[in-house]
């Protein structure tokens, strides 16, 4: 999918003198590889680099909105299995606003990572998210747990120190949730 719409949507943008590709994909795509996703999101971005259109490509974390979905993939029975890594997870509003910088700014012709201002270890976030939908199953830690299918580093998911941090936290996003 990742690299036959990519194709595509190079080659319009060639057609039609396209002067910004703007994409956005993961923060820790690079070091994600044993997972087929990330490995076509690696594939993505070699298209968008070789294509010869300018382009920036903006690495998010992990969506605060994402939190449920990513307990689910991990879920066995009743157990979310977590590493016990470190995550600095996203406001959407705060992705978005990062990849309209990107396309109103000058080509980066690079990757420009945007994060969080909280870093939590991600077991622990996840029972807190859990909790405060009031989902009764139980977080187990396990440090061979993967992370769509790829088995993690305690910094895998962490953007580099040049990453520009976003203002919503966590917490404040959980309190606005109905």
Do not use: C
């Amino acid at each position: 999918f990742f690299r036959t719409s990519t194709a595509n949507l190079l080659k319009a943008e060639a057609e039609a003198g396209v002067t910004h590709h703007v994409a956005l994909s993961v923060v820790g795509t690079d070091r994600l590889q044993e997972s087929g996703y990330f490995r076509a999101k690696q594939a993505q971005e070699e298209l968008i680099k070789a294509s010869g259109v300018p382009y920036s490509i903006v690495h998010a974390t992990q969506f605060f909105e994402f939190m449920k979905g990513l307990a689910d993939i991990s879920t066995e029975g009743d157990t979310v299995l977590l590493a016990p890594v470190k995550i600095q997870p996203i406001h959407s509003d705060d992705v978005a606003a990062a990849v309209g910088r990107a396309a109103v700014g000058a080509p980066a012709n690079g990757v420009v990572e945007v994060a969080g201002p909280d870093v939590f270890q991600l077991d622990e976030l996840l029972r807190k998210a859990l909790a405060s939908k009031n989902d009764p199953r139980t977080v187990v830690t396990d440090p061979k747990a993967p992370y769509s299918g790829a088995q993690l580093q305690e910094t895998t998911l962490l953007p580099g120190p040049d990453a520009h941090i976003a203002e919503t936290r966590f917490a404040d996003w959980v309190a606005q949730q109905p």
